[in-house]
Structures are given as structure tokens and as C-alpha cells.
């Protein structure tokens, strides 16, 4: 029998987008069903005439995928709601579904197979979005669950460890496909996804390897165009674990990542030109990288990404987004603010930047030990992390101290928490039991 769903307020902390997304996620992953009202209701509306918050298109996007891939039963999920209820099918009753001969995951994995098709050789998904909303926040809606989610059905070979660590997998890759906007306003640039995110979890945190391939780049500014990202992973295997992990003692400073996308290549070479001056006046002897330098082709895109890289391999990003036509003056601003951000980032003496810190609390929290996350003076922590951390006590019934530190639920790939927790309630009312008997 499914338990009473968990009530979330979506007005709580910070209360947009963010809670919804980790809610959700982690709703998919335990089989916990929940309920969120006032969705994103500290968000105000672009038009007066509009109500504030409610869920929009990107958001549709990933929970209508992870309701398909846990096939839960949804009511409110449509644009504009400002609830939501999310009731995922529970674990034996999931297993037996995608045991039936045309169910796979809600059927939203197509299997490629080899030449003879006696093996699969990956599972494949899609997720469509008609509007540049961003890739990268559906990727941190639905990564937890690419992740650790495992069923028979999904291919895994199984594993025996009860704590494999450090990004082992027995399992078929997956490919995932998402259409959206690769560059957008208020929303992190597949550029940080690639430079910062992605070596930060796979390196320092331990999950397994990560690869993405932009088909088609997608904007908000400008002329609004829908792009396209494919991603290639490996989930854990059943039954394995992810490690605690320590981010400390960041380390000096070695190199910055300089990535430039301009309306043309004068603009483009006048922003290097500028990024450079300011950048060796206070590092006159680190070494400058440029991964990435493309022409945007239209005056109203203009994006910048520094990333500092230390000596032990942490990475610490800040950006811009120009969302108006670009000139001389606009170059110097673009270039002037994100070198400033990024040194008051340094100043701060954390591991992680700001933008970094939420995308951390699902792992900690579904981590096997203590994570620690250095985030500088103070351990300072944003209103993201802050909301990111609530949601995830709430459904995991864990804490983060003072300093952002957590006891990790110890999550076994595939396993039912909800199952666990019952068990674990059980033995501690049975020991209460023992213990009134023997006082009688």
C-alpha cells in the first residue's frame, strides 16, 4: 500500500524552480510520493496581468519524463499549475509493469541493439522542449535518477558490492537527448555543464563518466532558437553505492578557461583581447586556455565563461549572458563584471562557486557517509543550496549541519528506500517492545 503522499510548500526559501526540480527527482528515485503547492509562487510574473509562479514549459518537460520513467500518476501537470501531485508506482508493482513484454520505463528508453540484436547496446530517450528552455536545468532534474534508478527491465546486469564507490557500472549505457536552449538567461550554459559540472561530479565526486556532444545551440536572446545536447552515461549497478566525498583544501589557482561566443570574430577578438588584460593584471604569470571560441552570428548574443581550475582539480566558474545588441562598451562591461565576479568567487576560498553548491545536495544527501563541501567564508551557502538542502531532509530524513555537511542515506542503486525505512521503523518498534517487556 503507497504511503500518503509528503506535502511540500513551494513558497518555502527560495521557492522557485529549484524545489520543484530536486522534489521531484528524488520523488521519482524513492517511490516517495509527494504534493507541492504554491509552485515557484515567489516568482513574479513577467506581466501584471499574469499570476506568478505555476509550473512552465521546462519544468513540464522534466517531470512529464520522470512521471513516463517511474510511470506515476500525476494530477496538476500542465502549464501554468500551481500544484502538483507526483505518486510514483510503487517498487513491486514498477518491476512487475516493465517485466510485461511492450513496457520499458513508461516506454521512454528505445533499446539500439548489436547486429545480430542478441545484446543491447544502449537505451536511448528524447526529451522535446518547443521553446529555448534551458537543457541544463532538465539534466539537474532528471540526473539523480539516470543515476541510481535500476529494474530489470532497465538492462542492469546487477551487481554484488554493497559499496562499489567511485563511479563503478555493470549496466547499458544510456543516450539522452534534449532539446532546449544550450545558452539561456538565468540558467547555467552547457559550457559550465562541460567545464565545471560535469568534471566536478565525475572527478571529485564520483559518479560515473559523463560525455556531451552539442547537436544544435539553442538561445533565448536574439531570435529564440531551440537547439539540441546529447549525453552518454553509465549508471551504477545494482546494488552499489556512491562513496562519501570531501571538498577541501582547495589548492592554488593553475589555470583559467576562457570560452568566447561573439557575434563575429571582431567582437570576439576584442572581448579576448580585454578578458586577457584583466586576467594577467592580477595573474601576470597563469596560464590562459580557450576551449571554446565560436561566432553567434547575431548582434544580441554575446556569452562569457571564465573557470578557474586549481591544483586539486576543483573548478570554479563564473558567466555572462549579454541578452542586448553588443558594442565596444558592452565588450568592456561583459569583460569587466565576470572577471570581478570570478576573483570575489577566489576571494571567498571555497571549492565549490556559487552556481556549483546546489547542484551538489542530491549527492550528498543520497551518498553512503559524510560529505563535506568547503564553500568558503563562513560556509557560506546561496538560497538555492539552502532550499535544495530543505528538500532533501524532507524526503530523505537526513540533515545538513550549520556548515553544509551530511549523513548521507547510504542509497543503493535500484533499492526500495521506502521498503528500507519501513523495515528500519519496524526493528526500532519491535526493540522498544522488548525493552517495556523486560522493565514490566
Known amino acids: 500500500m503507497a504511503p500518503e503522499p509528503l506535502t511540500l510548500d513551494g513558497r518555502t526559501l527560495e ?8 522534489a521531484v527527482s528524488l520523488s521519482a528515485l524513492t517511490y516517495l510520493p509527494i504534493h507541492i503547492f504554491s509552485i515557484r509562487a515567489n516568482r513574479a510574473p513577467r506581466r501584471a496581468s499574469r499570476p506568478a509562479g505555476g509550473l ?7 517531470v512529464e519524463w520522470l512521471a513516463r520513467a517511474s510511470q506515476a500518476e500525476t494530477t496538476g501537470m500542465e502549464k501554468g499549475s500551481p500544484k502538483l501531485d507526483f505518486r510514483p ?3 513491486g508493482e514498477f518491476l512487475r509493469e516493465t517485466k510485461k513484454k511492450d513496457v520499458k520505463d513508461g516506454a521512454v528508453w528505445n533499446d ?3 547486429v545480430d540484436g542478441s545484446r543491447v547496446l544502449r537505451r536511448e530517450t ?4 518547443d521553446s529555448p528552455g534551458s537543457v541544463c536545468l532538465i539534466l539537474q532534474a532528471i540526473l539523480p535518477y539516470l543515476l541510481f534508478h535500476s529494474s530489470d527491465a532497465a538492462g542492469s546486469e546487477g551487481g554484488t558490492a554493497s559499496n562499489v564507490g567511485q563511479g563503478t557500472t555493470s549496466s547499458v549505457p544510456l ?6 536552449g544550450t545558452n539561456v538567461s538565468k540558467s547555467p550554459s552547457i559550457e559550465y555543464i ?3 559540472l560535469i568534471p566536478m561530479l565525475v572527478e571529485k565526486v564520483g559518479i560515473p563518466p559523463i560525455t556531451s556532444q552539442i547537436i544544435k545551440r539553442g538561445w533565448s536572446s536574439g531570435r529564440a532558437d531551440v537547439g539540441a545536447v546529447q549525453f552518454d552515461l553509465t549508471p551504477f549497478s545494482t546494488k552499489s553505492k556512491l562513496s562519501e566525498f570531501h571538498f577541501k583544501e582547495r589548492g592554488e589557482v593553475t589555470k583559467l578557461h576562457v570560452s568566447l561566443l561573439a557575434s563575429d570574430s571582431a567582437a570576439r577578438n576584442k572581448l579576448k583581447k580585454m578578458v586577457i588584460e584583466r586576467i594577467l593584471a592580477r595573474h601576470p604569470d597563469i596560464e590562459i586556455l580557450f576551449p571554446v571560441e565560436e561566432d553567434t552570428k547575431n548582434g544580441a548574443r554575446l556569452y562569457l565563461l571564465i573557470v578557474a581550475e586549481t591544483s586539486n582539480g576543483y573548478r570554479l566558474g563564473r558567466d555572462c549572458l549579454w541578452e542586448r545588441k553588443s558594442n565596444a562598451s558592452m565588450l568592456e562591461t561583459v569583460a569587466n563584471n565576470v572577471t570581478k565576479q570570478l576573483e570575489e568567487e577566489l576571494e571567498r576560498g571555497g571549492c565549490v562557486d556559487e552556481y556549483m553548491q546546489d547542484q551538489l545536495v ?9 560529505s563535506v563541501v568547503d564553500s568558503g567564508k563562513d560556509m557560506y551557502a546561496t538560497l538555492h543550496t539552502k532550499t535544495a538542502r530543505w528538500v532533501a531532509e524532507q524526503l530523505l530524513g537526513l540533515a545538513f549541519d550549520e556548515r553544509g555537511t551530511c549523513s548521507g542515506c547510504g542509497f543503493e542503486a535500484g533499492e526500495d528506500l521506502l521498503a528500507r525505512t519501513k523495515t528500519e521503523r519496524d526493528v526500532e518498534e519491535s526493540a522498544e517492545e522488548l525493552e517495556r517487556l523486560e522493565i514490566r
Open 194 to 196: 562541460n567545464q565545471v
Open 15 to 22: 521557492g522557485g524552480g529549484q524545489l520543484l526540480r530536486l
Open 126 to 129: 528524447e526529451i522535446q522542449l
Open 112 to 114: 539500439v541493439y548489436d
Open 56 to 62: 512552465k514549459a521546462a519544468h513540464l518537460a522534466a
Open 175 to 180: 543516450r539522452v537527448t534534449i532539446n532546449g
Open 362 to 370: 542530491a549527492f550528498q544527501a543520497l551518498a553512503d557517509g559524510r
Open 89 to 91: 508506482l510503487q517498487r
